[in-house]
């Protein structure tokens, strides 16, 4: 793994704060800027068969200078190396780029800057064991199981500051270990925990969990034919759902071009169940309270009882649409989706089921026809049949072919008392700082296809 060292012992805080107050002197009267810092020390472990093959910390920090000057503007991303003078230097020329860029461009009509001087502070230190420490308890757990995963952890940092005094602050520990279990015969049970601190308790629980999962792997494989089944989806299935869905279904720019997949929920066309809640939970959230374009993040409610109550609105979307911003990044998608739990006890979920699929995991969904939220895709790994209460056979991947309208509109049944934390393990560039909150679903009809 390649380790980018800084080259400062300094605090993260420390180095932003100085940069600021650095640029604060470089910008003349007539300009304006802002400052994006984002920061991580990570440990990485990857495992196979229960082993660590490879493992690595990184440290690294990058910075992105924007210049405004009136409705013109740009920005320049630079990668610091910790060292206070290459790192003033660095933005230095990064500074004299942007002003012979700015001055050629024409201006922006949909700018929007927030110009009060806001504050924010919010340091999660969490409680994460050493990435030996980790890697020593996952092998004991796993013992001679057939183990693959990948852990990350660490803390993340967050910066954002303006000429027009805006200053903040966001340090967050988390970490994500995405593992699966396999028998001999190439099945597999995947499990993910993630969190603030890490249990090794729960990470047993969720092991144990896996392993007797597992064991149903020994039973004859049963063939479903195409058709609708009652259908558990657990809080990871119902994740890949959700992430496709925030691919644009609550931005208002979407929503404004009629190009959300929610659009009918939108126009009230078409409803969810009153089961369904979800809300972009800013605070608390692994995520930052603001977001780089300078503007604080709120928490908004987007779906209340089955009716779309809510978008995410950019500054962009605000400007150009008339509306009011709440602090929606560029892409206006959720960073830290919340669903309303219900009353769906763990322990009477295949009792209630009584006959249908139980779906741990979603793979490859994609829509079949965005007008109608329809989505398709793929079961995978624990994916059992269960009659009278009880996993009788592992089944058979298979496509499923339906509409959100459906299987969380007029079919859901119940929703799981219990949610599941699932931090995003992208690891592109960068870790990242996206979450989702959410429970398990039973729904009377899920449609199956091939």
Known sequence: MTITPLASTEKPADVFAALVDWL???VSAEEHFTLWYSAEASDFVRFNHAK???AGHVQQAEATLKLIQGERHASFKVTLSGNPAADRSALQDALASLR???AALPADPYLLMDTSPWRSENIQSGNLASAGGIAEQVSTLAGAQDLVGFYAGGPVY?????SWGSLGWHEASSCTFDWSLFEPKGNAVKSMYAGTSWDREQVAAQMDSAQRQLAHFNKPIRQLSPGEYRAYLAPAALNEVVGLLNWGSFSARQLATKRSALQKLHSE???LSPLVSWTE????SL???FNPAGFQRQDQPLVEAGRMVGQLVSPRSAREYGLTQNGAGNGESSQSLVMKAGDLADDAILKTLDTGLYIGNLWYLNYSDITVARLTGMTRFACFWVENGEIVAPVSTMRFDDSVFNFLGSSLEAVT???DLCVSDSTYGQRHTDSTLLPGVLTSRFTLTL
């Open 24 to 26: 604060r002197t470089a």
């Open 52 to 54: 660590v093959r490879q």
């Open 100 to 102: 012979k860029l700015v």
């Open 158 to 162: 967050r910066g954002f500051a303006s």
């Open 269 to 271: 066309h078409m409803l």
């Open 281 to 284: 939970q800013a605070s608390g």
């Open 287 to 289: 995520a930052p309270a």
């Open 417 to 419: 008392q219990r949610r």
